[in-house]
């Protein structure tokens, strides 16, 4: 007859799930969410992610072949102890299925909407083991989500001296609290670990003959710049003085036109 498994929801009307026949004979017992047998091939573990299939989860040695009858059966996620007559305890250690080595079990993946079958299953750079488990970059992140703070830097190149050569918290935006997200002080090629490193002006000057005020900030190639103007300078809401000036490293230089009346502070940004 083989080895059935059956949803006990309504007991009574068992509804058949599955049945696996290719042993003639089992002694079967469960520790969700997994399920043990017992028969002429020797002692088995399986899988019941699904219930519509079985998949092989581990196997044991053959020794335990024809040792019946058994008194009681105990298990756990890593042995199993089975009292035996005439023979006392036996325990039997065994590995739970993880197909692609990330250190996670196949059951535990697919329970949590991983793939079983790829070690990085959000293509972040980080195995997911590793991402759920504080390994050696000390941080627990998404492993569903390749950017879990959203700063626009992959968690694996943040946990990893990357492109720019930080290693920065993959679960702040801003690591060093400065106001810039890690990804745009990449851009800015300031460092996202100091918070005194920032995109800023710089310095104020004068321009010759005009005496007009000259905004000063660093720049880098190939980037663009936007300059914003406000009357309070702890509101929120900034205006667009003038967008996408290209940068002209070292530095770039602004010339604002017009007296401020009233009085203005500026900004610089990165441009969207």
Partial sequence: MGFRVFDLSNPSVPALLVQNAAQARYDAWTVSPYAFTVGPGGLAAFEVADP????????????????????????????????????????FEYEI????????????????????????????GLEDGEEVIPGADGYITDPRRWDTDGDGLSDGEEAIP????????????????DGMSDEEERL??????????????EDLLRAPFSGKVVLVWSSVAGRFYDVLCSTNLLSPAWHLEVGRIPATPPQNQYIIEQDASPALYYRVRLSP
């Avoid at 019946?68 to 009292?83: G, N, S």
């Avoid at 692609?100 to 972040?124: F, I, K, T, V």
């Fill in 97 to 124: 299925a993880d197909s692609d080595r990330d250190g996670l079990c196949n059951w535990g993946e697919w329970a949590a909407g991983l793939l079983p079958n790829h070690r990085d299953s959000d293509g972040d």
């Fill in 162 to 177: 990357g492109l720019d050569g930080y290693i920065t918290d993959p679960t702040r935006r801003d690591t060093d609290g």
């Fill in 188 to 201: 800015a090629e300031t460092s996202p670990i100091d918070s005194s490193s920032r995109l800023m002006v």
């Fill in 52 to 91: 519509t299939q079985l998949v092989e989860a581990a196997s044991f040695p053959s020794d335990i072949s024809g040792l019946h009858p058994f008194q009681r059966v105990w298990a756990d996620e890593r042995r199993v102890i089975c009292a035996i007559d005439g023979q006392g305890l036996r325990v």
